[in-house]
C-alpha cells in the first residue's frame, strides 16, 4: 500500500520547519521505501508497518508539539510493489509520448 501524510504541529509557533523535520527522520530510519515533497510525505509498504511509521511520525511531533494534525491519504493494492516510483515513471513515460 501506498500512504500520504501530512503531519502538522499546532501551537507550537510559526516555525515548524524543524519539528516536521522529526516526522521526516522517522519516516527515513523505518528503512521503507518513501518520498517528502512540500505538501506530503508517501511511505509504501504492508499494512501495520506503515500505520505505524505514520503513528510514530505523528507521535515524533506530540513529543514537541501541544496538538498535531494529521491528514493520510492510503492507495490499498494488495501484491503491489514498487508502486512509489512505477506511478511516477507511468506519468513521465506519457509525458514524453506527446
Excluded: C, Q, Y
Excluded at 516526522?23 to 506503515?50: C, H, I, K, Q, Y
Excluded at 511509521?53 to 494529521?70: E, Y
Amino acid at each position: 500500500m501506498l500512504v500520504a501524510f501530512s503531519v502538522t504541529p499546532l501551537g507550537a509557533g510559526e516555525e515548524v520547519g524543524g519539528l516536521v523535520a522529526e516526522a521526516v527522520r522517522v519516516v527515513r530510519e523505518s528503512g521503507l521505501p518513501n518520498r517528502t515533497d512540500a505538501m506530503f510525505t508517501t511511505v509504501e509498504g504492508e499494512w501495520d508497518e506503515v500505520m505505524a511509521v505514520v503513528k510514530a511520525a505523528a507521535d515524533a511531533v506530540a513529543a514537541r508539539a501541544p496538538r498535531v494534525s494529521l491528514v493520510i491519504k492510503a492507495d490499498l493494492r494488495p501484491g503491489v510493489t514498487g508502486a512509489l516510483d512505477a506511478k511516477v515513471e507511468s506519468i513521465e513515460r506519457h509525458l514524453r509520448e506527446d
